[in-house]
């Protein structure tokens, strides 16, 4: 069982900056893939980032690559989202998520803990 905690979420403008973590408890944090996705009103959940257990492979949607990154630290149980040039078309609930499979991947329906997410807002 992983019990997963997001913060960091907040109210910012266009252009700024925003770091994401998620706080994992339970056992084998260092074994789990981690991603994080996002749900925006009105739209169905979608996949933002994502690294495996070892960190050496990640992964990003096209709609943020270049402009976000993931990592993870195993000796705390905690992987980040690093969140550059915010625009409003990033406002939603971020969520943190993490799979068994070790592995790299996109698919929600392969990630069997989530968090309650934690809200972005972007302004222009």
């Known amino acids: 069982q992983v019990h997963l905690v997001e913060s960091g979420g907040g109210l910012v403008q266009t252009g700024s900056s925003l770091r994401l973590s998620c706080a994992a408890s339970?056992?084998?944090?260092?074994?789990?893939?981690m991603g994080w996705f996002r749900q925006a009103p009105g739209k169905e959940r979608e996949f933002v980032a994502t690294i495996s257990w070892s960190g050496l492979d990640k992964d990003y949607a096209d709609s943020i690559k270049g402009r976000f990154a993931i990592s993870r630290d195993n000796t705390k149980n905690t992987a980040d989202l690093q969140m550059n040039s915010l625009n409003s078309e990033d406002t939603a609930v971020y969520y943190c998520a993490a799979s068994h499979l070790g592995v790299s991947s996109r698919l929600a329906s392969e990630y069997d803990y989530w968090g309650l997410g934690t809200q972005v807002i972007v302004s222009s």
């Open positions: 339970g056992r084998s944090f260092d074994t789990y893939t």
